[in-house]
């Protein structure tokens, strides 16, 4: 079954994103242990298994939605195409994102206590990135004369390059920063860039000094989101 498992993650590592693929891999581990434990053959298994396996889980609705998803990969996979059918995917209502206006988004970026945080949060908020996108620019992005940076969409299917205007404040505060190595955003040691912990730490520290708790690093890709949409009707193809 090990042998099974393994050739699941290859077959994964080719058709999803890194982060999802992992994802996946470490459910139907899971479920595969949940197995062992409970003496349950994989040609035996059926979907009052599945759900056994997922009531025994300490998990939230919407991880719900992802375990479900991941087991219905992994028997449609394995040749089980019925079961993978019979796996019931939870309904899972998500909040409406939360956003913040721009003066908002400015407070927290001014609240911050080096530039090198104020350049990864306003970049972040200019050019609507995820967490992990942040790391990924260059120097060699960054355009000082046109005001522009190149930067990388993680897609299901790879990563999308796509060249966007900057503020002239940004400008500024990407001159500003030292150059350590490759990489605009360096980690104190300048050997490695940001990690994503650290980037969603240093937000959520900066979003409490500003008065704003509760919010997560993703809300500036909603706030620009947002703000887009604003401006140009409902169209945030530019972001």
């Known amino acids: ?3 099974t498992v393994e050739a699941f993650k290859s077959f994964l590592s080719r058709r999803k994103s ?3 693929a992992y994802r996946y891999a470490n459910v139907v581990e899971k479920f595969v242990k949940y197995m062992d434990e409970n003496n ?3 040609e035996q298994v059926s ?3 599945v ?8 998990i939230k609705d919407r991880s719900k939605v992802l375990f479900s998803y991941a087991l219905s990969q992994y028997f449609s996979f394995i040749g089980k195409t019925d079961l993978s059918k019979m796996v019931i995917i939870p309904k899972y209502y998500a909040q ?4 913040l206006t721009e003066d908002e988004v400015m407070k927290i970026v001014d609240s911050a206590e080096n530039t090198l945080d104020k350049a990864i949060l306003l970049t972040a908020y200019e050019c609507g990135l995820r967490v992990g996108e942040v790391p990924l620019i260059k120097w060699s992005d960054f355009n000082e ?3 522009t940076l190149r930067v990388y969409r993680l897609k299901r299917r790879g990563i999308v390059q796509s060249v966007k205007p900057i503020t002239t404040k940004l400008t500024k505060l990407l001159v500003s920063l030292e150059k350590k190595g490759e990489y605009i955003f360096m980690r104190r040691g300048g050997k490695r860039p940001v990690h994503r912990n650290y980037i969603q730490g240093m937000f959520r520290k900066y979003a409490e000094k500003a008065g704003f708790k509760g919010f997560t690093f993703h809300c500036l890709r909603h706030s620009r989101g947002a703000q887009v949409a604003d401006v140009t009707g409902g169209d ?4």
């Open 236 to 239: 945030v193809t530019m972001i």
């Open 47 to 49: 979907p009052v298994h």
């Open 18 to 20: 890194q982060r999802t």
């Open 51 to 58: 759900e056994e396996f997922l009531s025994s889980l300490d």
């Open 1 to 3: 079954m090990l042998k």
């Open 40 to 42: 349950i053959d994989q």
């Open 145 to 147: 004369a046109d005001r």
């Open 96 to 99: 409406e994102p939360r956003w």
